[in-house]
């Protein structure tokens, strides 16, 4: 956010700025990175942060050192996101979107509440429930189908949360906040894996006659209001081959 002070070290800032341009695919595979001495003169850092920073992209497999050449820029699917991540980023942002991603195929409509979606929503089983989904892509196909799940009194106060667009004037959670006048003051989080359904293949556009066989990521995340209502709950499947991570600086 502009006017944000960046009080990450300065290895890091350089990281992510080269993993910014990587996932959002403005440094193609192949690309090589600065060598450690350009890089210390063109960010003005000592050559061992300059060394640091590339470790931290090997790390995290962004790139690959290449004896006598240099780095290079490696080919592979991002991360998903989870829906703690998504509100964060939009919270910073304005937009849910990781680098290089985009939405698409937006659904909503008004459906009986699974057991699972009612337990999580303090609801009823069957009780009207808003639905919506979501896909989010980037240059390797699909990252995650997204749903998230409304209990339908907020759409007598947000009609555009039951309309199958992409919602306008901010996320689903901001326009709940600002109709209730309640802000969001936590959120629950589980990360878990499984085999895909029938159902999971459609909504990851896969062949249901011979789908993957690996387990995918399915991250969930429950929203609760500063009054304790349970406002939202998400549900991201990840897409095949997708991973989460988190990062977080560790003091010494």
């Known amino acids: 956010m502009a006017g944000q002070a960046d009080n990450r070290a300065p290895y890091a800032k350089i990281a992510a700025h080269y993993a910014e341009l990587i996932t959002s695919g403005q440094l193609p595979p192949g690309t090589l990175l600065p060598s450690i001495k350009n890089l210390s003169e063109e960010w003005s850092v000592s050559t061992a942060t300059a060394e640091k920073a590339l470790r931290k992209l090997r790390n995290e497999g962004m790139v690959r050192g290449i004896h006598g050449i240099g780095t290079e820029v490696l080919d592979q699917p991002g991360p998903m996101s989870s829906g703690s991540q998504r509100q964060d980023r939009g919270r910073r942002t304005g937009s849910s979107w990781g680098s290089g991603e985009r939405s698409d195929s937006h659904k909503a ?89 029938t159902e999971d293949t459609q909504h990851l556009e896969l062949d249901p ?17 500063s009054e304790n209502n349970v406002v939202e709950y998400g549900v991201d499947l990840g897409g095949p081959g997708r991973t989460w991570r988190t990062e977080s600086e560790v003091s010494p």
């Open 209 to 225: 006659e011979n789908p993957p066989t690996e387990p995918v990521v399915v991250m969930t995340a429950k929203f609760i209001d």
């Open 109 to 197: 409509d008004v459906v009986p509440a699974p057991l699972e979606v009612a337990q999580a929503l303090g609801i009823e089983p069957r009780s009207d429930v808003i639905r919506r989904s979501r896909v989010y892509r980037d240059r390797h196909g699909i990252v995650a189908h997204s749903t998230s799940w409304i209990p339908a009194r907020y759409g007598k106060l947000i009609p555009q949360l039951a309309k199958s667009e992409r919602l306008t004037g901010g996320t689903s959670l901001q326009l709940i906040a600002e109709a209730t006048g309640l802000p969001i003051s936590h959120r629950i989080d589980t990360a878990s894996a499984r085999l895909l359904t």
